[in-house]
């Protein structure tokens, strides 16, 4: 912050890590800079199949097929940290499913929505601010 003050109020983007922006409907949309400090304190969780592990980093949602474990009494729409099976946080989503709905889902049902995954770093580097 001491060196940020230096800079000017109409040139001065950000400083320290960016959580996320807000979109032009004023949501606030998670970017995946914030994974390392949310990850350990997340409250409903998701873990990815190895087999569908790839599928997530590459931008896509996961399929009742690809879910491995939920965490009991997740809601729909409720905003999780997307794990794979090793418990190393891929990202972030948004579940499309509550759990109970997922037990009886087809298995090619999306049950989460993709929202930011690590790939990110490599696929929109010079984006990322």
């Known amino acids: 912050m001491k060196y940020a003050s230096c800079v000017g109020k109409d040139e001065l983007i950000s400083f320290g890590t960016c959580f996320g922006k807000f979109t032009k409907t004023q949501k606030f949309r998670l970017h995946i800079t914030a994974l390392e400090f949310l990850a ?6 998701i873990w990815v199949k190895s087999s569908a592990e790839q ?11 690809g879910l491995g474990r939920i965490t009991e009494g997740t809601t729909q729409y409720q905003g999780v940290v997307v794990y794979s099976m090793n418990d190393l946080p891929l ?7 509550s759990t109970q ?4 889902a087809d298995p090619m049902t999306i049950v989460c929505f ?16």
């Not at 350990?40 to 969780?45: G, I, S, V």
């Not at 993709?114 to 601010?129: C, K, N, P, W, Y």
């Open 114 to 129: 993709h929202q930011a995954d690590v790939g990110e770093f490599i696929r929109s580097e010079d984006t990322l601010t």
């Open 40 to 45: 350990p304190y997340a409250k409903y969780k």
């Open 55 to 65: 599928q997530f980093l590459y931008g896509h949602h996961i399929m009742k097929s």
């Open 91 to 97: 990202g972030f989503g948004v579940a499309a499913k």
């Open 101 to 104: 709905e997922c037990r009886q």
